[in-house]
């Protein structure tokens, strides 16, 4: 990454589960998309390309009548 550190903005899901906040949050870094575990913090995300990202979104709805 160079000298310039990449500081994503992290989204959560509005369905987070109350009231441990369990959650997957999720957040755009150039050319990847970054995925983390709410509650682990400290542990690295794992990253996915935007295209392949896209995919799995593109599975995850239901089609369209």
């Known amino acids: 990454m160079g000298d310039q550190e990449i500081r994503p903005q992290w989204r959560r899901s509005s369905f987070t589960a109350k009231p441990d906040n ?3 949050e999720v957040a ?12 682990a913090l400290e542990r ?4 996915f390309p935007r295209r392949t990202w ?10 369209s009548a």
């Open 44 to 47: 690295p995300p794992l990253s």
């Open 28 to 39: 755009f870094a150039g050319h990847e998309v970054w995925v983390r575990d709410s509650n």
């Open 54 to 63: 896209h995919a799995f979104l593109t599975r995850l709805e239901p089609p």
């Open 22 to 24: 369990n959650c997957v």
